[in-house]
């Protein structure tokens, strides 16, 4: 198995980029997804949840996940306390299905929290799609409808561009015409399928 963490700031483009390597033949596992998975109603994580910020983000049963944005994202240590409770389960299930997948997959964990989760698996490659935090901002106003203020919260809630590289091997620039951002992906790609092939034949 090859396995490739791709992570990025908000809105920089990551999941484009995993997109064009799914169409490519990669398996991407989607830390989002799994965020979502762990607090589904029922789960002990969305009871835990529960437990540290009270029925104001429950509705119907399940997480009101705006409620809870607005609260963490307004709250440092209640993002983190959050996190506390959120990371280590993602952990555990993301290690379950990359370990449930065929051996010669070639698997994308598509991680936007990378660094600040800690995450440690067994990478063969790190990505990071990058884009300056003003073209992030305007992304997340233009696309996701959010307001100013609230976009700038969530690109600054998160790492550093300059933490994001020091963690990664390889840097995706997304601030060019979306054809050149697909065109690096895609020459990156070549270079894991080879790399991945060699492993194999060894």
């Keep these: 198995m090859y396995l490739v963490g791709l992570t990025g700031g908000i809105a920089s483009g990551k999941s484009t980029v995993a997109s064009a390597w799914v169409e490519l033949g990669g398996i991407e596992i989607d830390a989002d997804q799994l965020a979502r998975e ?86 063969d490659k790190v990505v990071t799609v990058e884009a300056p935090s003003e073209k992030q901002i305007e992304r997340l106003v233009s696309i996701r409808k959010m307001n100013r203020e609230e976009a700038e919260r969530r690109v600054a809630a998160q790492a550093s561009p300059a933490q994001r590289a020091n963690a990664a091997d390889v840097i995706l620039n997304s601030n060019q015409d979306l054809h050149l951002l697909l065109k690096d992906a895609r020459r990156l790609w070549q270079q894991i399928e080879h790399e991945a092939a060699q492993r194999g034949s060894n």
């Excluded at 607090?39 to 049963?61: E, M, Q, Y």
């Excluded at 997948?101 to 990478?123: H, K, M, Q, R």
């Design 38 to 123: 762990v607090v589904a109603p029922g789960t002990p994580g969305l009871a835990a949840v529960k437990a540290a910020f009270g029925d104001s983000v429950i509705s119907s049963g399940a997480l009101d996940r705006s409620a809870l944005g607005q609260l963490v994202f307004a709250d440092t240590d209640k993002r983190k306390q959050l996190e506390a409770i959120v990371h280590p389960l993602v952990r555990e299930l993301a290690a379950k299905k990359i370990a449930e997948l065929p051996n010669d997959s070639i698997v994308i964990y598509n991680v936007p929290l990378l660094v600040e989760a800690a995450v440690d698996l067994d990478f």
